[in-house]
Structure formats: C-alpha cells, structure tokens
C-alpha cells in the first residue's frame, strides 16, 4: 500500500509519532511519502530527550521513505538553506496524494 504522511504541527510528541507511523509503514512493507507543511518544517531542529523527531526522520529516510518539505513554509520561515529535505511545493502535495492508497494527516 501506498501512504501519504502530512504533518502539519512542530509539536514533540505528535510529530514523533508521525514519524514513528510512517517507520512502523515501512516495516510492514508499505511505501511511505512524508510531506512537512506549515510549522512542521521546523521539526528538524527539535532538540527533546524523551522525542527525538530527528532520530525518527533518520529511520524514515533510512528505511526507504520519501520526505518533502514546503518550500513556501521554508521560505517565510527563511529555513530553506537549513533544510536536509528536498524542498517541494503543493503540486507535489498533491501528486503525493494523488499517488496514495491512504492519507494521514498529523
């Protein structure tokens, strides 16, 4: 199955678990796209002991999933030269969609 991740909050432990969904999708097999839009492309710089987003989003990219940043919210964030994701538009949010079996927004 193909999963579509949208994450749309800088929150610790909602974006941990994000990631954590998206890991636990690829471990069963599925394919994963994670798109980060609006204050979750902030979610790289999360320094929090007890949810290490980043570690998760080592796992992810490691594990085979596909992560996408908006590069509107990058932008007005001025982020975009500290970003490692590729940096993406709607367009691609939507192709993203288009292309999945199911949607999880976060």
């Known amino acids: 199955m193909n999963v579509a991740i949208i ?3 800088k929150e610790h432990e909602k974006a941990w678990n994000a990631f954590r969904f998206g890991v636990a999708a690829l471990n069963k097999g599925h394919h994963v796209k994670f798109f980060l839009m609006g204050e979750a492309v902030e979610v790289e710089s999360i320094e929090d002991e007890a949810y ?3 570690a998760q989003m080592k796992k992810l990219t490691e594990q085979g999933g596909e992560l996408l ?3 509107t919210c990058l932008n ?3 982020l975009e030269e500290q970003t490692s994701c590729p940096i993406s538009t709607m367009v691609d949010c939507v192709e993203m969609v288009e292309w999945a079996d199911k949607v999880v927004t976060f």
């Open 69 to 71: 940043a908006c590069g």
């Open 52 to 54: 290490d987003v980043p």
């Open 7 to 9: 994450l749309e909050t």
């Open 76 to 78: 007005s964030r001025q």
